[in-house]
């Protein structure tokens, strides 16, 4: 399984930007995909996960309400758009997929995106 995500940036508070993580094969809708993200000096947390059937998506309480998890099965792709952003949600995306997804340790990784949201 292999993920790569893209779609950071720099944005000011208030602002969007839409994460993208293309996975090989049928990956994303064989997998339990999810979002996590590691703050400068923090560990690493959960952001939002979506069940396989594509039907039951879980947020983590800081983001819910302004991020959105979606999903391509033919582009094989997930995505992540983040609304209302705040400086707190300045952080290296990463995607993942499997494992004990979501609540658990996922089994793949892809490569981080930075998001830096600006104040």
């Known amino acids: 399984v292999q993920l790569q995500a893209s779609g950071g940036g720099l944005v000011q508070a208030g602002g969007s930007l839409r994460l993208s993580c293309a996975a090989s094969?049928?990956?994303?809708?064989?997998?339990?995909m999810g979002w996590f993200r590691q703050a400068p000096g923090k560990e690493r947390e959960f952001v939002a996960a979506?069940?396989?059937?594509?039907?039951?998506?879980y947020y983590a309480d800081s983001v819910k309400g302004r991020f959105a998890f979606s999903r391509d099965n033919a582009k094989n792709a997930v995505y992540l758009q983040m609304n209302s952003l705040k400086p707190e949600d300045t952080a290296v995306y990463y995607c993942?997929?499997?494992?004990?997804?979501?609540?658990?340790?996922?089994?793949?990784w892809g490569q981080g995106t930075l998001v830096t949201v600006s104040s």
């Open positions: 993942a997929a499997g494992g004990g997804l979501p609540t658990g340790v996922p089994d793949y």
């Open positions: 979506m069940e396989r059937s594509g039907n039951v998506i």
């Open positions: 094969r049928r990956t994303v809708s064989t997998y339990v």
